[in-house]
């Protein structure tokens, strides 16, 4: 990957959309070295943190995540909307109040969302407080990432991971560093993963719905992370710089 960077000339409000496994923090990644106006804001990130630092929130949504849920839109939006004031995005509204069009946007900050909205409910509140304007679809053929997955190996002690192809074990099938064997619980982690394709189908086509209604859904496909990020690089710089 190439390391110039670029400069946006207009405000970039990002969304990427895409099945699980199909490279949306590898994405995300680059997008923030390419463009260092960008900023990027995880909900999973943010729930985690809750997680551990046992917040009321984090309670709550705990046990959802654990059983791979989805946390309800009024906690993401009271979330999501405390971070972007946090951060002097929008202008807080009153406590208490619900987001509304009053709530002032700053027109200047270009930032990609990871993981908010996941659902219709939470793009139409986001609209309101702070509208997206290029959501990214990310397509992969789910054979391609099923045979990515097959070639992870874990160490499970210790959670180290490997890949056949480009972060081998020095010796097949043994961990760099305890010796330990690897295992590969392809059955299970294929299984979990086509579980979760499921949810994702289903839950993104109201988004996608969304945004192709708003007129800023984009579709980029490729084989690899390596494939997709230069057509991605290529769309912003058409459209904000
Ligand atoms: P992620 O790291 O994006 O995969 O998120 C981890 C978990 O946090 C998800 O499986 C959900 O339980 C929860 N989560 C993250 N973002 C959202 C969201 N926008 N809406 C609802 N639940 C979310």
Same mark, same amino acid.
């Given at each position: 990957?190439?390391?110039?960077?670029?400069?946006?000339?207009?405000?970039?409000?990002?969304? +990427?959309?895409?099945?699980?496994?199909? #490279?949306? #923090?590898?994405?995300?990644?680059?997008?923030?070295?390419?463009?260092?106006?960008?900023?990027?804001?995880?909900?999973?990130?943010?729930?985690?943190?809750?997680?551990? &630092?046992?917040?009321?929130? #984090?309670?709550? =949504?705990?046990?959802?995540?654990? =059983?791979?849920? +989805?946390?309800?839109?009024?906690?993401?939006?009271?979330?999501?909307?405390?971070?972007?004031?946090?951060?002097?995005?929008?202008?807080?509204?009153?406590?208490?109040?619900? =987001?509304?069009?009053?709530?002032?946007?700053?027109?200047?900050?270009?930032?990609?969302?990871?993981?908010?909205? &996941?659902?219709?409910? %939470?793009?139409?509140?986001?609209? %309101?407080?702070?509208? /997206? !304007?290029?959501? *990214? @679809?990310?397509?992969?053929?789910?054979?391609?990432?099923?045979?990515?997955?097959?070639?992870?190996? /874990? @160490?499970?002690?210790?959670?180290?991971?490997?890949?056949?192809?480009?972060?081998?074990?020095?010796?097949?099938?043994?961990?760099?560093?305890?010796?330990?064997? +690897?295992? %590969?619980?392809?059955?299970?982690?294929?299984?979990?993963?086509?579980?979760?394709?499921?949810?994702?189908?289903?839950?993104? &086509?109201?988004?996608?719905? @969304?945004? !192709? !209604?708003?007129?800023?859904?984009?579709? *980029?496909?490729?084989?690899?992370?390596?494939?997709?990020?230069?057509?991605?690089?290529?769309?912003?710089?058409?459209?904000?710089?």
């Amino acid at each position: 990957m190439t390391s110039t960077t670029k400069r946006l000339k207009k405000a970039a409000r990002i969304i +990427l959309i895409g099945a699980p496994g199909v #490279g949306k #923090g590898t994405q995300t990644e680059r997008l923030l070295a390419r463009f260092p106006q960008l900023a990027a804001i995880s909900s999973g990130d943010l729930l985690r943190d809750n997680v551990r &630092r046992k917040t009321p929130l #984090g309670i709550q =949504a705990e046990t959802l995540m654990q =059983a791979g849920n +989805l946390v309800p839109d009024a906690v993401m939006l009271d979330l999501i909307s405390t971070e972007l004031s946090t951060k002097g995005w929008i202008t807080p509204s009153q406590p208490g109040e619900a =987001a509304s069009p009053s709530t002032k946007p700053s027109t200047a900050v270009s930032f990609i969302l990871d993981g908010f909205p &996941r659902t219709a409910t %939470q793009a139409t509140s986001l609209d %309101q407080i702070l509208p /997206i !304007n290029f959501a *990214v @679809h990310l397509l992969t053929p789910p054979a391609v990432i099923i045979s990515r997955i097959t070639k992870r190996w /874990i @160490h499970a002690p210790s959670g180290r991971v490997y890949n056949t192809d480009f972060n081998p074990p020095k010796v097949f099938g043994k961990d760099d560093i305890t010796g330990e064997p +690897l295992t %590969q619980r392809e059955d299970d982690s294929i299984q979990t993963w086509k579980e979760r394709l499921n949810k994702f189908e289903e839950s993104s &086509r109201t988004l996608l719905d @969304h945004y !192709n !209604n708003k007129g800023c859904l984009w579709r *980029v496909e490729g084989n690899s992370s390596d494939e997709i990020s230069p057509k991605i690089y290529a769309e912003i710089e058409r459209r904000f710089s």
